[in-house]
T-cell receptor, first 111, second 113 residues
Framework: GQQLNQSPQSMFIQEGEDVSMNCTSSSIFNTWLWYKQDPGEGPVLLIALYKAGELTSNGRLTAQFGITRKDSFLNISASIPSDVGIYFCAATSNTGNQFYFGTGTSLTVIP | GAVVSQHPSWVICKSGTSVKIECRSLDFQATTMFWYRQFPKQSLMLMATSNEGSKATYEQGVEKDKFLINHASLTLSTLTVTSAHPEDSSFYIC?????????FGAGTRLSVL
């Protein structure tokens, strides 16, 4: 199925640095989601966005639903070692029966 | 948030045997559940969409007779890998959707010897 364009593919950063990743699509969506996956586990929902322009925070995480409804970004401030993992964006239209996923961003935090 | 339970978390089986994986939505009813396969360091690959009370919709290239899906109730979907072979070894993840959000199970690691 269709996949969202997610970048960067991987990041290696020092502890304490901020992180930014984004997803783009050629299609319009009504919901954007960001997940984190630890090794050997299923993805865990971080943030859900429902309205164009919406900016939502969850602790050190901030995500925005793009005005065009074709993109979203996720920022992590002051990274810590437990932020290590793979981050996926996802998007869906109103039906919620079809979801599209980004290719993932692998984050490594160097203490 | 909603909770999805997946069982077992890890299974080892002999080649030729069948393995059943269960996916349950614990605190909500899910008319739609999804089954994914994930290879190391790769994104989720959708295998099929499971609809309660009807046949699953399989993605192109996924053998429906190989990967049997049953969604008999609003809280349970099962994936049976029939006559498993070593190439079926992988990480399988289920999810259930509620209000435009997918909630994932913890995944099942299948190792076929």
């Amino acid at each position: 199925g269709q996949q969202l364009n997610q970048s960067p593919q991987s990041m290696f950063i020092q502890e304490g640095e901020d992180v930014s990743m984004n997803c783009t699509s050629s299609s319009i969506f009504n919901t954007w989601l960001w997940y984190k996956q630890d090794p050997g586990e299923g993805p865990v929902l971080l943030i859900a966005l429902y309205k164009a322009g919406e900016l939502t925070s969850n602790g050190r995480l901030t995500a925005q639903f793009g005005i065009t409804r074709k993109d979203s970004f996720l920022n992590i401030s002051a990274s810590i070692p437990s932020d290590v993992g793979i981050y996926f964006c996802a998007a869906t239209s109103n039906t919620g029966n079809q979801f599209y996923f980004g290719t993932g961003t692998s984050l490594t935090v160097i203490p | 948030g909603a909770v999805v339970s997946q069982h077992p978390s890890w299974v080892i089986c002999k080649s030729g045997t069948s393995v059943k994986i269960e996916c349950r939505s614990l605190d909500f009813q899910a008319t739609t559940m999804f089954w994914y396969r994930q290879f190391p360091k790769q994104s989720l690959m959708l295998m099929a969409t499971s609809n309660e009370g009807s046949k699953a919709t399989y993605e192109q290239g996924v053998e429906k007779d190989k990967f049997l899906i049953n969604h008999a109730s609003l809280t349970l979907s099962t994936l049976t890998v029939t006559s498993a072979h070593p190439e079926d070894s992988s990480f399988y993840i289920c999810s259930a959707s509620e209000e435009n959000i997918q909630y994932f199970g913890a995944g099942t690691r299948l190792s076929v010897l």
